[in-house]
């Protein structure tokens, strides 16, 4: 069990350092960092104290703890794949809304110039 955990923290350290260094080079938004910093952080916080993953295990009848760990990734990953999900549809109606009015814009300014 303790080989797992100290790959779990090796992973999640690792983590924690390439998002900082997205944030640092201004690629990841401070709102989705935040997130990523938040799950990054309580992976380490689950990976360094054995205490809490046992415990978390018994009360969620998991037999070995640390697969309690990668249940948790997963879990975090699809929620920010829901996540990513409704901001990429939020941005595909706005896009199309803004078309539309640069069409309408273009047409209007094609018309003046004609009339």
């Not at 923290?9 to 944030?23: E, Q, V």
Request: aromatic content about 12%; charged content about 20%; proline content about 2%.
């Amino acid at each position: 069990m303790k080989n797992i955990l100290i790959f779990s923290f090796t992973i999640s350290i690792i983590f924690m350092i390439i998002i900082f260094d997205l944030i640092r080079k201004k690629l990841l938004k401070e709102q989705y960092a935040l997130l990523w910093l938040f799950f990054g952080s309580i992976m380490i916080i689950l990976s360094t104290n054995s205490v809490w993953l046992d415990f978390m295990a018994r009360v969620l009848n998991v037999i070995y703890p640390p697969s309690l760990l990668f249940l948790f990734g997963i879990l975090v990953c699809l929620f920010l794949i829901l996540h990513l999900s409704l901001v990429v549809s939020r941005q595909s109606e706005r896009i199309v809304r803004l078309t539309q009015e640069i069409g309408i814009l273009r047409h209007e300014i094609e018309k003046r110039r004609d009339g």
